[in-house]
């Protein structure tokens, strides 16, 4: 018990359950002017039945959910592919300057000069960080970044009249959201298999390689924690084939600082802000999923691109992109999150994140050799070779000796106080937990994920049903999900 | 009883057809053919939660999607065996999609439909099947 | 100076001890696979590093470079506009154990951002008149370019009726969004400044009244209120001519105006779509913002439905209430290229803004809010209109929140230029021609702001 940790459980209703009738929390202020009357056509018909609470109610409502809920700020969240790295304070500090906050999107350029400044030099920034020409902003999440790169793709080739290019080829190991993008931008999506060792099949690449292919997705290092060795070969076959070399960014944290996208050839890439460049995930969003491109490819980016006016000291935004795909975003994407990165890039510098990245690697390899040494536990594919910032430890033989899954585990990690590691992916190993530390956990608590596997497996050896039983400790025990996904309850309203 | 083939646990019914993606095709007197998943599939989606069906007198392509079973986790698609027309939705597992996991071969059947062509090529006998079987448990 | 240590957990001399410990003396082996020649030899060119003091002081110098807000009075809507942020809402909003989690993926520890989502989805259901309502979007146009693919899906026809006036970035927002699919947008032109719903329902006649197999349009999509303001007439006859040929209906809207108006649930409307940054989140020069995504409960829609979604259940052990994220098979991380989209990250905290707001304003305050903010404009357009040479509004219909207004004689570039000097953004120009403005409220804006405005157009005006 002494390792395990006890998060709050509260049995908190929901909101709408609480209060009163008459009971208030925000008053908007009323103005001394006439009221106005909505016609009878347009009038609603029974008010909306929102919560009345006051607001200590509301108060203590939100602060006892908070404490059922893990994040960074409580503990260690080795969610591999996520990069769960500190969310620096001051970041949120200047992210609350009211001269941010409080402006509309459309005011005119000369009031907005410092956030198209902040715009301007993010992109600057990530240009510098990747090597590209051309980078935007504009795309809110990764998943939008990864399609914005493949209507870039679509623009390309169509322009060459290069029509016949309708597929795209992805590795059995790609995040779900390639194929995904690949798909709603109008591609056929081929999934390569890897080689036993984890990597690219140059064979099979240079077999699926024709005239046919629009684009090769990647994401380097790949989602095993691998570099590629062979990077500079695929681009060379890639482009030899008339194709792109897509980058997708989610795992740049182990190499950034170390090598640009563009000297490993890649043509397009997306970054996700809220992973490397440690804006918060926010419980799921928003991040921030900019995409950078060569020379080649700069005219079709997103519109509009902030620019700057050396001469006349002045930002602006160039809405004059004919060759653009367009627009992705109501605005210039989000705004508030790239502003959080830009601090975190200006306050680390170049050096700095250098050595982020150093230390997110360093933790993840001693995690690694240490994680290797559990009963139950193989670290699969390229056993020898170092991971960059995630590596995949696999229970297959715990599985197989006493039926404990990697969920099992996942879960019973809960009662330590830790976040589990990403479980099930990359579908190319089985039972995959993938564990993704980062620079900013110390080794004590690296530690601590050790001792808690540790302790986890002896149990599995000795009381696998304790371990079924697991968590115990935490807001919730595990839940009914069958029931709900067969009789969908979504709503409090469709919950009567 | 039915003549089975034992694949590990796994049951494949001697009476029909099979095809490599899971279905399994039985024809029925009145030449129309119920359509199903075999033991082998539902057990390895797991906990089958909804069955997404498409509209009764709609035509398919063999090879098109002609019904959608969703698990809690995974979800498995069904191909139209050759070309034919949906007659019938199996609407009992609307409310109660456990049917399929209890009895994918008779009450858990998930479709019928009517042949459009006499291409029979995509399906394969029990035998061929459970040595489909045998191949993907072996890749495990 | 190695101000970067703040954020690495261990120290110099752990991480060479951590390195001998793998068995490592340098640590440019963890690098080895990286091809010698494009190795990094020395650090990227950036600003920085800084310390935090410095760094606060740099980026409070970007930020005075954007006008200082307690110095203008903006009347720029169209879609976002600013919003008086409760203090309750904003200290809560500070909690990290919220907005430093990932999505909620392990149900166990995450019970609180669930619940919040889960009251999200409730309470906006509940403003909106629909029954369910997703996890959020990125922001209202990606809801509506989304949306417009589910009605596709559902219906398995190429045509989308898009009655105008409707955004232009949202418009194309929602291009970009169909690029690559055979979805054909069909749009009516607006008329007086409203949606033209003559002949809007003379197009659904015609399409209801064609054979089964001739019919072309899966939906239509309108807003309410529309981009200039203004309400839509007949909505009932609408959905009930577009449901007549199975067709589905989508509005966009402005959830505050919700509380008072005739809910798109009430008058009929299958889905419902908007931009829920009205909804307490700060306007931050144009995002983070909310993309609402509703719908009726139908549960073969619902495997339609992109993004996220929260339902309630109970413990496997007791009957304790639960929440988990559900119907993940619909999701790219499962279904791969075949999901119903490619979102992963969403704008979830911004939905927790807006539960939290909507429970901070709860049932009598939405109602005033909406009030107080249609007051507002109404006042203010009739006290324009009261001056010479300008029309207020110029539309027909009844509006909620925002109005056009028509300045004679003036060019857009010369009322910013007065106006902005005086202390007031005009609202936004439509149009290149003349000088029609797009004005728009808010609920930080006080009466005087109201009569310092009016007197500064009644000035330029002479």
């Known amino acids: ?496 | ?140 | 100076m190695s101000f970067y240590e703040s954020y690495i957990g261990t120290s110099e001399s752990e991480r060479n001890e951590m390195l001998t410990a793998i068995g490592m003396s340098d640590i440019l082996e963890l690098f080895s696979e990286i091809p010698e020649g494009i190795l990094l030899k020395k650090p990227i060119e950036l600003p920085g590093p800084y310390s935090e003091a410095e760094l606060t002081r740099i980026f409070a110098k970007i930020a005075k470079k954007n006008i200082d807000p307690s110095t203008i009075v903006s009347f720029l809507g169209g879609g976002v506009r600013q919003q008086y942020v409760p203090a309750v809402l904003e200290e809560l909003m500070r909690r990290g154990e919220l907005y430093t989690a990932y999505t909620p993926y392990q149900p166990e520890v995450s019970q609180g951002m669930l619940q919040l989502l889960f009251e999200y989805q409730s309470q906006v259901a509940e403003l909106l008149g629909m029954d369910i309502v997703n996890a959020s979007m990125y922001d209202w146009g990606s809801a509506m370019g989304e949306t417009i693919k589910i009605m596709h899906r559902i219906n398995k026809k190429n045509k989308i009726i898009v009655a105008l006036p409707i955004s232009p970035n949202r418009i194309e927002v929602t291009n970009a969004y169909i690029k690559y699919t055979d979805i054909k947008l069909e749009f009516i032109p607006s008329k007086n400044g409203n949606v033209d719903s003559e002949k809007l329902i003379e197009i659904l006649e015609i399409e209801a009244a064609k054979d089964k197999k001739e019919r072309e349009i899966a939906g239509i999509y309108f807003e309410y209120p529309n981009y200039y303001g203004t309400l839509i007439e007949n909505t009932e006859k609408i959905c009930e001519l577009t449901h007549a040929f199975k067709g589905l209906v989508t509005v966009g809207v402005d959830p505050i105006a919700m509380a008072i108006l005739k809910t798109p649930g009430e008058f009929g409307a299958d889905f419902v779509v908007g931009e829920g940054q009205l909804l307490g989140n700060p306007v931050n020069s144009g995002g983070p913002l909310l993309g609402i995504l509703a719908s009726r409960f139908e549960r073969k829609w619902i495997r339609q439905v992109p993004g996220r979604l929260i339902g309630a259940t109970t413990e496997l052990e007791s009957s304790s209430a639960g929440y988990c994220i559900t119907l993940q098979t619909r999701e790219q991380h499962i279904r791969r290229e075949k999901a119903t989209s490619n979102i992963c990250s969403n704008q979830a905290l911004t939905a927790v803004v807006a539960s939290i707001y909507l429970s901070a304003l709860g049932k009598q305050g939405v109602i005033e809010l909406a009030e107080s903010i249609m007051n507002r404009a109404h006042y203010l357009a009739n006290e324009l209109n009261k001056i010479d040479g300008v029309t207020a509004p110029k539309s027909n219909g009844f509006f909620f929140s925002e109005f056009l207004a028509e300045f004679n004689g003036l060019t857009h570039d010369k009322l910013e230029k007065i106006c902005i000097d005086k202390g007031f953004v005009p609202g936004k120009a439509i149009g290149e021609d003349g000088c029609t403005r797009l004005i728009s409220v808010s609920e930080p804006q006080s009466k005087e702001d109201l009569d310092n405005f009016i007197a500064c157009i009644k000035e330029v005006m002479q």
């Open chain 2, 1 to 140: 009883m039915t003549d089975v083939i034992k694949v590990n646990d796994y049951i494949v019914r001697k009476d029909r057809f099979y095809m490599k993606s899971h279905e399994w095709a039985l024809e029925q007197a009145d030449g129309t053919w119920l359509m199903g998943i075999s033991d082998y599939a539902q057990k390895m989606l797991r906990e089958i939660s909804y069955i997404q069906y498409e509209d009764v007198d709609e035509d398919f392509d063999a090879g098109e999607v002609i019904v959608v079973v969703e698990a809690l986790k995974a979800t498995g698609d069904i191909y139209a065996p050759f070309d034919c027309t949906l007659i019938e939705n199996n609407e009992k597992l609307d409310d109660e999609p456990e049917i399929v996991a209890q009895s994918p071969y008779e009450e858990g059947y998930l479709i019928k439909i009517k042949p459009r062509s006499d291409d029979r090529s995509k399906l394969i006998t029990a035998e061929e099947y459970a040595k489909v079987i045998e191949a993907e448990l072996d890749e495990l």
């Open chain 1, 1 to 496: 018990m002494k390792n395990k940790r006890i998060q709050a459980k509260w049995n908190e209703k929901l909101i709408m359950d609480k209060g009163a009738p008459g009971r208030r929390a925000h008053i908007p202020m009323q103005l001394d002017i006439p009221s106005v009357e909505v016609p009878d056509k347009y009038k609603r018909i029974s008010p909306a039945k929102l919560p009345e609470v006051s607001e200590l109610e509301l108060v203590r409502h939100v602060v006892r959910l908070s404490q059922m809920n893990h994040g960074v700020d409580v503990g260690e969240y080795p969610l591999g592919s996520c990069t769960m790295k500190y969310n620096p304070k001051v970041n949120e500090r200047i992210a609350r300057f009211e001269q941010f906050t409080e402006l509309h999107p459309d005011t005119p350029d000369q009031f907005m000069q410092g956030s198209i400044q902040v715009i301007y030099e993010l992109q600057e920034a990530i240009k510098k960080i990747t090597g590209f020409t051309g980078v935007t902003v504009q795309p809110v999440a990764g998943a939008q970044g990864e399609y914005v790169g493949m209507l870039i793709a679509q623009a390309y080739h169509n322009e060459r009249k290069d029509n016949k290019r309708t597929t795209v080829l992805v590795p059995d190991s790609a995040h779900g959201t390639n194929p995904a993008s690949a798909a709603m931008a109008g591609y056929k999506v081929i999934e390569l298999p890897s080689t036993s060792e984890g990597f690219v099949d140059l064979e099979v690449l240079e077999a699926a390689l024709d005239d046919t292919v629009a684009a090769f997705m990647i994401t380097n290092p790949n989602t095993l924690g691998l570099f590629e060795p062979n990077i500079l070969k695929i681009s060379e076959l890639v482009h030899k084939a008339g194709a792109l070399m897509y980058l997708d960014g989610a795992n740049f944290n182990g190499i950034i600082g170390m090598v640009t996208a563009t000297s490993m050839g890649f043509d397009i890439m997306h970054l996700n802000l809220h992973k490397t460049f440690s804006s918060p995930h926010g419980g799921g969003g928003p991040g921030s999923g900019p995409v950078g491109v060569v020379d080649k490819l700069v005219k079709y980016l997103p519109s509009p691109m902030a620019v700057y006016d050396k001469e006349k000291d002045h930002y602006s935004f160039d809405f004059d992109l004919p060759h653009s795909i367009g627009r992705l975003h109501g605005y210039y994407g989000n705004f508030a999150v790239n502003l959080r990165s830009l601090a975190y890039i200006y306050r680390n510098g170049g050096e700095g994140l250098k050595k982020v990245c150093e230390a997110a690697v360093l933790n993840a390899n001693y995690l690694m050799e240490k994680v290797r040494e559990i009963k139950g536990f193989t670290v699969p594919k390229s056993e020898k070779v170092p991971r960059k910032h995630e590596f995949i430890a696999s229970p297959y033989r715990m599985m197989q000796e006493t039926g404990i899954s990697a969920n099992d585990i996942a879960k019973a990690m809960l009662d330590y106080g830790v976040h589990s590691p990403t479980i099930y992916f990359p579908l190319i190993v089985h039972e995959a937990m993938m564990f993704e530390p980062t620079e900013g956990e110390t080794r004590t608590n690296l530690d601590h994920m050790v001792l808690a596997l540790k302790e986890i497996s002896d149990l599995a050896y000795e009381d696998p049903d304790a371990v079924h039983r697991m968590p115990l400790l935490t807001g919730s025990s595990r839940l009914d999900e069958f029931s709900l996904a067969k009789n969908p309850v979504l709503s409090k309203k469709s919950k009567k």
